[in-house]
């Protein structure tokens, strides 16, 4: 779960409400859905509170080619 | 002095006619370029033009002729003007004034970039480069975003902190260019086009912060202009002051007021999806709850006909359980309504203890059939005879179906 991106996370959310919201299912099967989908909230959560943006520099290597290297 | 002793004296028209030729055949003066302020300017029925050239310390006739003045196409001339004026200087030996008979004029200083600002516009707005239809749409959620500004200038901190406060699950890709001066235009261009070829960027900000119309001009030049158009990813700008329009922004597919402005609308806000994520939530939890509402009504028919079938069953003690739960259930749920608005680890919490496993020991039961372990939801999976276990939270209860 750890690996997930945020889109990929907030995507299988999204996937459990609507498994969930059909209603026809074996009791196990609920509750599956509903667990998964409890820990993809927290982790999408996690991720929007320790988001920190990312910044990096483009130049043109000795090849011509773009290459990127960090921030300042 | 007697007049026979003096060297030869020459006629008004000698002198006059020697000074022209001195003049005709200098080469500098003959195809020279000249730049001052107009004035005394007069045009005549005839379409010739009579003006003077000055500057703080000289002044300079000229005389434009029709001819020549339509074939220059030279903007309309007034007082005040600066231009560079192109000719040949001569002696008019009727009136013995010196000229600067001009071929073509190029107006220079503001006058001149307003000029060059306005043809540019015009010609790039005839091959369909501002056209409407052109624009792309910018992507809702990217996460990638390019930046061509100046790596020194305050204009990208002041981008970089929008993003970091908005949308910091973005990455951001500075390629950096030169935004004033000479070389800007081409670096420009050249940094546009390596976020280009590079791939990654899903939308590329062009950003500058406010300054003069010289400061800006780099972004008026038709080289920025043409990278804008060729960019395969979405360009926004974000140029100057709220009322500075470049050629930039009319090509770009987008247009912001200023650099911070831009990066804003390059991104949406990082609020929205917390609340989207605290929604899915609710929703979870809300059919979670409809299901075992549901689980619970076929627990209530499968007692009420053991009951019928059999009243010496005491359930008093289920019963109760199951009074006791649907109390919890509807404060529970009353309770995640009003936290609609917490913190969302708060409401993870809260929600986490109506979880199944903790709701079995409250007075649900599993019932299992114990020849398959097949979990039992309706009276039509068992037959007479068949043995069960039902599973609370203490142990299990065997029992075998009667009907």
Excluded at chain 2, 23 to 40: F, N
Excluded at chain 2, 282 to 302: D, H, I, K, S, Y
Aim: glycine content about 6%.
């Amino acid at each position: 779960m750890e690996t997930l991106s945020f889109e990929e996370a907030f995507a299988q959310l999204e996937a459990a409400v609507a498994a969930l919201q059909d209603g026809q299912m074996p009791l196990e099967r609920a509750l599956h859905y509903y667990e998964e989908g409890m820990k993809l909230a927290q982790h999408c959560s996690d991720l929007l509170e320790k988001a920190e943006l990312r910044v990096q520099q483009l130049r043109v290597t000795v090849d011509g080619a773009p290459a990127l290297e960090p921030f300042e | 002095m007697l007049f026979l002793d003096t060297p030869s004296i020459l006629s008004v028209s000698q002198v006059s006619r020697y000074l022209k030729e001195l003049l005709e055949t200098d080469e500098v003066l003959q195809d020279v370029w000249v730049r001052g302020e107009i004035s005394g300017c007069k045009m005549y029925p005839s379409g010739h033009c009579y003006f003077t050239l000055k500057d703080a310390e000289a002044q300079l006739p000229c005389v434009f002729f029709k001819n020549a003045r339509v074939r220059s196409a030279a903007p309309e001339l007034r007082d005040g003007m600066a231009i560079a004026a192109n000719g040949r200087i001569s002696l008019y030996e009727r009136d013995g004034k010196l000229q600067l008979y001009v071929e073509d004029v190029e107006l220079i200083g503001e006058g001149a970039l307003f000029l060059r600002f306005e043809q540019l516009k015009a010609r790039l707005a005839a091959e369909g480069l501002f056209d409407a239809s052109r624009k792309r749409p910018i992507p809702p959620s990217p996460s990638v975003i390019g930046i061509v500004t100046s790596p020194q200038a305050a204009a990208l901190r002041d981008m970089l902190r929008v993003l970091r406060t908005r949308y910091p699950l973005a990455r951001v890709i500075l390629s950096p260019a030169l935004v004033q001066g000479a070389e800007a235009p081409a670096a420009i261009a050249e940094a546009l086009d390596l976020l280009n070829e590079h791939g990654e960027a899903e939308v590329v900000i062009l950003g500058r912060g406010g300054g003069s119309i010289e400061e800006l001009w780099a972004f008026n030049e038709e080289v920025v202009a043409r990278a804008i158009a060729r960019s395969r990813i979405p360009v926004i700008s974000g140029v100057g002051h709220e009322t500075d329009f470049t050629i930039a922004d009319f090509v770009a597919d987008y247009r912001a007021s200023t650099p911070t402005a831009a990066a804003a609308a390059a991104v949406p806000d990082i609020a929205e999806w917390r609340v989207h994520v605290l929604e899915l939530e609710q929703q979870l939890t809300e059919f979670m709850e409809a299901f075992l509402g549901v689980q619970r009504e076929q627990l209530e028919r499968t007692k009420r006909e053991l009951l019928r079938l059999d009243p010496r069953y005491q359930l008093e003690r289920l019963q109760q359980r199951l009074d006791d739960t649907s109390a919890l259930l509807q404060a529970r749920m009353q309770h995640i309504l009003s936290l609609r608005g917490e913190r969302l680890r708060g409401l993870a919490l809260r929600l986490h203890s109506l979880s199944p496993s903790l709701t079995i020991a409250r007075g649900y039961a599993i019932v299992r059939r114990d020849a398959d372990q097949t979990v039992i939801t309706s009276e039509q999976q068992v037959r007479p005879d068949d043995e069960l276990t039902i599973q609370v939270t203490n142990g299990h209860i065997h029992a075998i179906v009667r009907q």
